[in-house]
């Protein structure tokens, strides 16, 4: 089955930085793009950054600059380098994977930016 299961999340002051890591198994991790989203209380799921299959990067206006997405085929890892914390960064982030139509999910971890 298809597994991704994220770490990194936890609570920064703002201004501080974050890594978040994401595990992928049960697929050739290489041959997909890998996502990164986000869902504040109350809000939508959006994109937050992606990742194609050879390495190509998308990133939501808000964290351009701020957030880098990466990812190490060897090690089935996709991540997400998070700087300049904002208070509205705040939110759970979620791993995706779209195969054969489909969106698979991680567990999502939480992101508290707050003094």
């Known amino acids: 089955q298809v597994q991704l299961v994220e770490s990194g999340g936890g609570l920064v002051q703002p201004g501080g930085s974050l890594k978040l890591s994401c595990t992928a198994s049960?697929?050739?991790?290489?041959?997909?793009?890998m996502g990164w989203y986000r869902q504040a209380p109350g809000k939508q799921r959006d994109l937050v950054a992606a990742?194609?299959?050879?390495?190509?990067?998308n990133y939501a206006d808000s964290v351009k600059g701020r957030f880098t997405i990466s990812r190490d085929n060897a090690k089935r890892m996709v991540y997400l380098q998070m700087n300049s914390l904002k208070p509205e960064d705040t939110a759970v982030y979620y791993c995706?994977?779209?195969?054969?139509?489909?969106?698979?999910w991680g567990q999502g971890t939480q992101v508290a930016v707050s003094s």
């Open positions: 995706k994977v779209e195969i054969a139509g489909l969106d698979y």
């Open positions: 049960g697929i050739v991790f290489r041959l997909y793009a």
């Open positions: 990742i194609s299959r050879s390495g190509s990067t």
